[in-house]
């Protein structure tokens, strides 16, 4: 087992980590930046390093004093957390090269799963079912003129570098694709240094439902059940639950071994998540594989009762997992919550927190970063806290949901919280009716 792991990352995730890594008796290095000085994670770890400025680009993801942090303080590993370089297949291969284990997916594994088009192809061999679309990528408008055409429209032009909805179009109708394919291949060019586009059959109205993986180094793969994202707002989840109130049997058993398909087709090892779209009829198609841990693995880990940051850890010594499934016994739910004024268009609103209380009791977890006094650097994303529930039901996993929310003291700056509250009251969410689109039509009240 690791002797020390160094965790580059911030916030809430740095102190998830380091607080399994105490249970595991493995010491931590927290690395900060001058802006998160203050910071639990800084202090929660045994040594604490300064990796730069408060620009992200100067200090979570500066490559050189990241290793160099763990090379100082003699880390046999890094954990990255999510976002900042727990997907960068660079940060990967220098860890490789230092001798230094990165607890996430390996350098071709990330290089793989990041170039979309090249990933779908993947899957389609694997026979992981996919949305119909181009052969790869689109060689010039006539090409794509041809092959929307043969899909019929709508149809959606994807940027192969994309990923939070950067440089895709729906697009009706042949008038419109010209336009399209220009403005979609400038914006990816400019966003990612790539204007690679294809095309695929667009797919109204769907789910977002992924499904959890686990893969050791001997081969052995399991699925833990799925989690539902479907209320998002401009590729932002608000929300997330498991089971999805979507889901059935049959689809959890067909969707769970398609994952674990789409595992074996790269070798995959770690945990993993692959995104599906799921239309009205319950047809599944591939939409990418993340090779990181997620914000919303915690309703995973309620539900099936297993510690994922664990068993991430312990995979990435080597050792074995059993390849039984996990299939949900309770349900849970997840709230995230920003430091936005959800009242006002969810305007980011970073400040100092002036009092602070966190709702309790049975089936309540509050995973956060922050306290009484704490002020919010305006440098790094606005969630601040992630409110979780587990019960017996749905319904009750709700209602702990809307105590809890009332419970919950934020003061100082404006949360997402009020919107929440509402959301929990609102009848078609309690009746688990939504999709991808109940974030267009949702109304918040002031
Ligand atoms: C789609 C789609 C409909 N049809 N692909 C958005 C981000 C990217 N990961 C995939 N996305 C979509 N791809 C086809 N062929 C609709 C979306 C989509 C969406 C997907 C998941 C969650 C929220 C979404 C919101 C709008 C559009």
Redo the contacts with the bound molecule.
Sequence with gaps: MFKKILVANRGEIALRVIRTCKEMNIKTVAVYSTADADSLHVRFADEAVCIGPAASRDSYLNIPNIIAAAEITNADAIHPGYGFLSENAKFSKICQEHSIKFIGALPEQIEGMGDKASAKETMRKANVPT?P?SDGILESLEDAKACAKEIRYP??L?ATA????RG?R?VASEDDLEEAWNSARQESAAAFGNDGMYM?????D?H?IEIQIAADQQGNICHLSERD??I?RR?QKLVEETPSPFMTDELRASMGEAAIKAAKAVNYEGVGTV?F?VDKHRDF?F??MNTRIQVEHTITEEVVNYDLIKEQIKIAAGCHISGDNYFPKMHSIQCRINAEDALNNFRPCPGTISHYHAPGGHGIRVDTHVYAGYSIPPHYDSMISKLITVAQTREEAITKMERALSEYIIEGIETTIPFHLQLMQDSQFRKGEFT??FMDTFEIEK
Excluded: N, R
């Design positions: 949305v679309g149809i959606m994807k994309g990923g939070g909805g895709m729906i695929e059959k667009f797919v109204e769907p977002h994202c479907s998002q590729h995104e779209l198609y939409m990418e991808t689109k």
